[in-house]
């Protein structure tokens, strides 16, 4: 009997051994199955395979907003125009400036030119040369425009107007006296012609024209001479003299 029940434990307890072995094994390839389903590829897989992620380019360079402040030139000297940036340049960029009014011609050493602003600059110039001339036509407003292919730059002054100021001062008409005479009086027995000299105090541009009118107790009633010829009319000084 001892040796029975000896034997019946034993088998038990490889049985149950058995069944714990048996019960890791399922286990191990329980783990297994879940690692191989898991691991299996999906559509959404083969997806992101064939659309792989792009390698991310240059970033392109910002636009520069380049500006001119308002500006005056005057005729007797140069004046340098400062371009303005908001930010500083991304590149070097080429500018050409022209002045574009018509009557600009014969008033410039040049009507136009072009400038560079260096890469992470943040102001260009240029200079705009006024000829100095001796004559008087006073001050013209005129245009200047801009233009750059550079596409990092926005020029929002693409165009502006600007004041040039003429040096000479506006010439006065003034009586110089009579040419053949040493004073402004001619005596009634003076029979011969006399010229009265008006002068202008500077040369202009242009023709000046003033009229003239004849005044005093030498008009007779109906503003006819009575002692003179003398009539009221229109004098022309041509442009430079």
């Keep these: 009997m001892f040796t029975t029940g000896l034997k019946q434990s034993i088998v038990r307890f490889v049985n149950f051994s058995a069944l714990v072995l048996l019960g890791l094994s399922l286990t191990g390839c329980m ?115 801009l233009i750059s292919f550079n596409t990092s730059i926005d020029l929002r002054t693409s165009s502006t107007n600007f004041t040039l100021i003429d040096d000479e001062a506006k010439p006065t008409l003034q009586f110089g006296g009579m040419v053949n005479s040493s004073g402004q009086s001619v005596a009634e027995s003076d029979s011969s012609e006399h010229t009265i000299r008006v002068v202008l105090s500077g040369k202009t541009e242009r023709d000046v024209s003033y009229r003239y009118t004849v005044g005093g107790t030498a008009n007779g009633p109906q503003t006819a001479p009575v002692d003179h010829d003398l009539m009221p009319a229109t004098v022309t000084i041509a442009a430079g003299d």
Excluded: C
Aim: proline share 10%; glycine share 6%; net charge negative.
């Design 31 to 145: 783990n297994t199955l879940k690692s191989f389903v898991g691991s299996t590829p999906t559509l959404q897989d083969s997806i992101n395979d064939s659309n792989p992620p792009s390698t991310p380019g240059p970033t392109p360079n910002p636009t520069v907003k380049a500006f001119i402040e308002p500006f005056t030139v005057h005729e007797n000297s140069q004046s340098f125009i400062v371009l303005m940036l908001d930010d500083p340049a991304p590149e070097t960029v080429l500018i050409s400036w022209e002045i574009t009014s018509p009557d600009a011609v014969g008033l410039y050493t040049e009507l136009s030119g072009s400038f560079s602003i260096t890469q992470g600059a943040t102001v260009g110039s240029f200079a705009i040369r006024p000829i100095n001339n001796d004559y008087y036509s006073g001050d013209r407003q005129h245009t200047l425009s």
